[in-house]
């Protein structure tokens, strides 16, 4: 049973029904290959993926870099930090509305690639996550070390804006929060 695309919230990272596939956004992936990203969103470099996997923030760089007309590659890892004000956070829980959430950062990966005259990618993850692991990944290519780097900023801050995703706070007292934005 592929993933679903109808607009229907549905929690992102259950596994597929044919265990043997990882859902790609224009095809599959085979088991073994290390990679567990939802696969290219255009046709050129400007990408955008949710994962139920562990972030591999070598994976979203090796998106953006290799364009001699580029010299200054930036990256972004936001992980799961312990406190959430004064209760001890244990794990993230990070649920997304699946279509939406990868169109709207392959929307943001573009407008950053048009604003900063960059290359970007970005990924965000989905399901559990424990503390001190990635949550959220984006890298961005650019002519030079300024705009590398306020692509980046400028590319994070919107997907906390604009990307549908959810995240339960489990805490060490047994307690859980709900609250919206990566």
């Known amino acids: 049973m592929p993933h679903r695309r109808d607009g229907a919230h549905t929690r992102v990272g259950e596994a597929p029904a044919c265990a043997r596939e990882v859902r790609l956004w224009t095809g599959c992936l085979s088991p073994g290959s290390g990679r567990?990203?939802?696969?290219?969103?255009?046709?050129?470099?400007?990408?955008?993926?949710?994962?139920?996997?562990?972030?591999?923030?070598?994976?979203?760089?090796?998106?953006?870099?290799?364009?001699?007309?580029?010299?200054?590659?930036?990256?972004?890892?936001?992980?799961?930090?312990?406190d959430a004000d004064v209760r001890e956070v244990v794990v993230l829980d990070y649920e997304a509305y699946a279509g939406m959430a990868e169109r709207e950062m392959a929307a943001i990966c573009a407008e950053a690639a048009e604003r900063f005259d960059a290359v970007c990618a970005m990924a965000h993850r989905t399901g559990a996550v424990p503390v001190g692991q990635p949550s959220?990944?984006?890298?961005?290519?650019?002519?030079?070390?300024?705009?590398?780097?306020?692509?980046?900023?400028?590319?994070?801050?919107?997907?906390?804006?604009?990307?549908?995703v959810w995240k339960l706070q489990r805490f060490a007292d047994g307690g859980t929060e709900w609250s919206q934005g990566a």
């Open 36 to 82: 567990g990203y939802a696969g290219r969103i255009a046709d050129d470099a400007d990408i955008a993926w949710l994962t139920a996997h562990p972030l591999d923030a070598l994976d979203v760089l090796g998106r953006v870099v290799g364009d001699g007309a580029r010299s200054a590659t930036a990256v972004f890892v936001g992980t799961v930090r312990a």
């Open 136 to 164: 959220v990944a984006a890298a961005c290519a650019a002519p030079g070390d300024e705009a590398a780097l306020d692509a980046c900023e400028w590319m994070v801050d919107r997907v906390k804006e604009r990307v549908p």
